[in-house]
Nanobody, 121 residues
Framework: VQLQASGGGLAQAGGSLRLSCDAF????????VGWFRQVPGKEREAVSC????????MYADSVKGRFTISKDNAMKKVTLQMNNLKPEDTAVYFC???????????????RGQGTQVTVSS
C-alpha cells in the first residue's frame, strides 16, 4: 500500500510541469488527496487538494490560477498541472492522504516519496 509521486523535473520560469500521484494497493475512494511541497529548512506547505467524495478542490493562495488539480474516475491517480511556474515553486512535491476536509488542510496520514521540481529563472 503506497503512494507514488512522479513527473517532477527542471523547468524554466513560465513553463509547465505535470505531477501525478498514483495509488498502489488501495484506491482514493472516499479520500481527499493533497499535494504538499517542502524546501529544506522551511516548513511544509500545502499546495492543493481534491476530494474524491464531492470533487471539491483547494489551492494555496501562492498557486491559485496557475495550478490545477484533477482526479481520474478509477480512483487511482491525482494529477497536478503546474503552469506559469516560478522559481519560488522549487521544492520537493509529495502527495498524501487525507489532504483536506471542509476547507481546512489536514496532516496526511499516508504519503509517498516526493518528486523534485526545480524552476530556473
Amino acid at each position: 500500500v503506497q503512494l507514488q509521486a512522479s513527473g517532477g523535473g527542471l523547468a524554466q520560469a513560465g513553463g509547465s510541469l505535470r505531477l501525478s500521484c498514483d495509488a498502489f494497493g488501495f484506491s482514493f475512494y472516499e479520500y481527499s488527496v493533497g499535494w504538499f511541497r517542502q524546501v529544506p529548512g522551511k516548513e511544509r506547505e500545502a499546495v492543493s487538494c481534491i476530494s474524491y467524495s464531492d470533487g471539491s478542490v483547494m489551492y494555496a493562495d501562492s498557486v491559485k490560477g496557475r495550478f490545477t488539480i484533477s482526479k481520474d474516475n478509477a480512483m487511482k491517480k491525482v494529477t497536478l498541472q503546474m503552469n506559469n511556474l516560478k522559481p519560488e515553486d522549487t521544492a520537493v512535491y509529495f502527495c498524501g492522504v487525507p489532504g483536506c476536509d471542509s476547507g481546512s488542510w489536514l496532516q496526511p496520514i499516508r504519503r509517498g516519496q516526493g518528486t523534485q521540481v526545480t524552476v530556473s529563472s
